[in-house]
């Protein structure tokens, strides 16, 4: 019975799940057949808008070349109307010339003959008729205002929908989280020479898995991006950004927007190993400080148990401990405790290799700390970063200065976390961080 009713309980919570699922579905296609209506207006005042623009321009270039023609035609108007002036005074000056030769060609006997030819000679001389050009002083030739709108003919019923540009597909191989970013890297499953630019957004959760149909965090947008790339900065670790996504964009129109990916900045988790650090540090898993009394404490102590008065010595000394059970094996069972001037403690987890990310937060107060990787060989009497079998970055504050690479002051007390430091090299074993007067 009991068994009955659990799977009636599962039932009923897979159909309470599906009923909201499907409720969420029509409410989307309701709210699609809204955007539908209200999208194709939009597109329809917006194509009426783009021909009514056209129209303009094209009225507005008939005006210009129809006032070209008019201009035109006045100009040799007026320059034939002056030139058929001219020929026709010099034409009737002419003919009463001629008319006077004539008369007195028929009166050559009389005495002014002599006298009135002359007259008559020196008239033609002078006459309009022979200074005047018979070549026209422009043509009635118009075919260099003629058009040919063949080509744009052709381009006007070439005219389309301008495409929506395709989705572009997420390039998760090439894109990296790195030094608190994020670098995206996508492309066109396409070749197309109209996109304009790029949108990107993204949005923060932890939510794992495919993305939600309810999401409460809002979107960031990225626009106007030029290349098929960008990086993210100023990020935080161990963070999920959920949902990148990018859409191209040309001049019109954006397109859909790609499937989105999830990527986010790993940390580099681990805790310090106690029974590996210097007798002066004080070390509680995830925080190590100063503590000028740690080796004394120690004697103290080891004189209590032997009973004999004498201080053991960091080999023989109990203050070695048991390793922690946190460590992972090094194939070295139980390192010897730093000691000396080497003011070290370890970290419990080994690395084989890969790119890893941790920081350090601290106090003020203390006067140096450094932070660094390790080689499995790092002898017990050796400082951190001082020998080739380990990096660091030391900060030194006893003289007012600090590392280039560090910029905060530095702290008494060191607490690893989330990452801001990185390693990239494959040998390096384990993590270690130092602290000195």
């Known amino acids: 019975m009991e068994e009955q009713r659990e799977a009636l309980r599962k039932i009923i919570t897979t159909l309470a799940v599906k009923n909201e699922e499907i409720q969420s579905f029509i409410y989307s296609l309701k709210q699609m057949l809204l955007n539908v209506e209200a999208n194709s207006a939009k597109v329809e005042e917006d194509l009426e808008a783009e021909f009514q623009s056209l129209f303009s321009l094209l009225e507005e270039l008939k ?26 005074r010099a034409l009737e000056s002419s003919e009463e010339l001629l008319e006077t ?28 008729a022979f200074r005047l050009s018979l070549k026209a002083k ?50 066109m499953p396409d070749e197309d020479s109209k996109i304009d630019h790029y949108v990107l957004e993204y949005r923060r959760t932890n939510f794992e898995g495919p993305p939600r149909l ?26 999920k950004y959920m949902n990148f996504r990018v859409k ?29 650090s210097h007798q002066n540090l004080r070390v509680d898993d995830l925080s190590v400080e100063w503590d000028a009394m740690g080796g004394k404490v120690q004697d103290i102590k080891a004189r209590e148990k032997d009973g004999k008065g004498r201080t053991a010595s960091p080999v023989n000394s109990p203050a070695r401990g048991t390793p922690s059970p946190k460590r992972m094996p090094s194939g070295r069972g139980g ?3 730093f000691t000396a001037e080497s003011y070290t403690v370890l970290g419990d987890t080994l690395i084989d290799g890969g790119e890893h990310y941790w920081e350090v937060r601290y106090e003020p107060d203390s006067k140096a700390f450094g932070v660094g990787v390790a080689y499995r060989s790092l002898g017990r009497f ?11 970055l030391h900060v030194n504050n006893w003289l007012q200065a600090s590392c280039p690479s560090t910029t905060p002051a530095p702290n008494k007390c060191f607490t690893p976390s989330r990452p801001s430091l990185h390693s990239r090299s494959c040998p390096l074993s384990r993590y270690g961080v130092a602290a000195s007067r």
């Open 63 to 88: 005006e210009g070349m129809l006032m070209k023609i008019k201009q035109d035609r006045a100009s040799r108007t007026y320059e034939l109307q002056n030139q058929l002036a001219a020929c026709t």
């Open 101 to 128: 030769a004539n008369q007195t060609l028929q009166a050559m006997d009389s005495e002014d003959f002599p006298q009135a030819a002359k007259q008559i000679k020196d008239g033609v001389t002078m006459a309009p």
């Open 138 to 187: 422009v043509s009635d030739n118009m075919s260099h205002l003629m058009v040919d709108f063949a080509q744009e003919r052709q381009m006007l019923q070439a005219l389309k929908f301008l495409p929506v540009p395709s989705a572009p597909v997420i390039d998760l191989a090439e894109s990296l989280v790195a030094d608190n970013c994020v670098t995206l890297v996508w492309r």
């Open 214 to 239: 309810k999401e409460d965090q809002p979107w960031m947008v990225i626009e106007g991006i030029r290349q098929t790339e960008y990086t993210l900065t100023g990020l935080k670790f161990d963070m």
């Open 248 to 276: 191209a964009c040309n001049k019109a129109v954006a397109g859909e927007f790609s499937e989105p990916v999830t990527l986010e900045t790993l940390a580099f988790m681990f805790r310090l190993d106690a029974s590996t």
């Open 335 to 337: 390192r010897d405790r």
């Open 382 to 392: 050796e400082q951190l970063g001082k020998t080739a079998a380990s990096w660091c």
